[in-house]
Every structure is written in C-alpha cells, then in structure tokens.
C-alpha cells in the first residue's frame, strides 16, 4: 500500500495493491511529543482513519495508518520521507 498525505491540499491519498485509489479528507491534524509526532483525521462517505508520523531522526520518519470502514478495520505501517 502507498500513502501520500498532503496538508497543504488536505488530502489522504490511500493507494493498495490492487491499484484502488482512495482520496479522503483531511478533517483534523495535530502534534503531540514536542511535535514530534503528527497526527491526521482523515475520511470520506464510506470510511474513516488516521495516520500518526513520527519523526525519528533528521529526514526518517515512520508512520502507522488505520482505517475504519463498515467491512472492517485495516492498519499498516512502514517508513517514510517528507517531501
């Protein structure tokens, strides 16, 4: 799964393996551990979730992503880089 979270158009791209592309709103970000971590609210009509970022070291960040919908909850996590 590829995840691009954009704050400056408040936009979660969610894109899967099997080349689903899902576009969700941003509705609420926030910072906690002296803004170390960002946390993201996003949704759309059928689903809803949230990233957290954390930034590790210089450019390395992490993240983890959950996703709530009426089939299930999905979770997934990785690295990853702001550009």
């Known amino acids: 799964m590829n995840l ?3 704050l400056r158009e408040r936009m979660v791209l969610r ?3 099997k080349n689903n592309k899902d576009f969700m709103s941003i ?3 926030w910072s906690r551990d ?3 971590s960002l ?3 996003y949704e759309d009509q ?3 979730g949230f990233v957290v970022l954390n930034h590790l070291s210089g450019g390395v960040y992490d993240y983890v992503d959950t996703l709530y919908t009426n ?3 999905w979770t997934s996590s990785g690295d990853c880089s702001k550009q």
Do not use: P, R
Request: glycine share 10%; no cysteine; net charge negative.
């Open 34 to 36: 002296n803004e170390n």
């Open 27 to 29: 509705k609420n970000v």
């Open 46 to 48: 059928n689903s809803h």
């Open 4 to 6: 691009t979270v954009d």
């Open 15 to 17: 894109e899967t393996q």
């Open 71 to 73: 089939l299930g909850g």
């Open 39 to 41: 946390y993201v609210l």
